[in-house]
């Protein structure tokens, strides 16, 4: 492991198909700004993936800074302001297809599970 906290033996992400369908790399950016994943103002931290079974890494994942995550909270809150502000028929909508777009994903996002925690895979399936 580096200084810091880039795992250096070799990623597995390309073991595991369902990780692509997920948009996940071998190199992920850490934080959600704006509508965008991020850590351009971050520092050059990471987090590895690992899994839990043989210890193996999975992916990285770059860390933000604390201002970038901060400045995702502030947005988060102004955006929750805007919400509130749609009729309920219009939230319900925008809920019924963030439930679609999960079932759409449901086994990789299952499989996903049963790798980050090593849980059997019906396990993994059942939290979706």
Request: aromatic content about 6%; overall charge negative; proline content about 5%.
């Amino acid at each position: 492991m580096s200084e810091n906290g880039k795992d250096t033996r070799p990623l597995t992400v390309d073991k595991y198909p369902f990780l692509k369908e997920l948009g996940i790399e071998a190199e992920n950016q850490g934080c959600l700004r704006n509508g965008k994943w991020t850590s351009e103002k971050g520092s050059n931290k990471y987090f590895t993936a690992l899994n839990p079974h043989n210890n193996e890494p999975i992916a990285h994942i770059k860390l933000a800074s604390l201002e970038d995550y901060e400045e995702s909270i502030e947005l988060m809150l102004q955006e929750q302001k805007r919400w509130m502000m749609l009729p309920p028929p219009v939230r319900g909508e925008v809920v019924r297809e963030i439930g679609n777009a999960v079932r759409e994903k449901k086994e990789a996002l299952g499989a996903l599970i049963s790798l980050e925690m090593g849980k059997i895979k019906s396990e993994g399936l059942g939290e979706v």
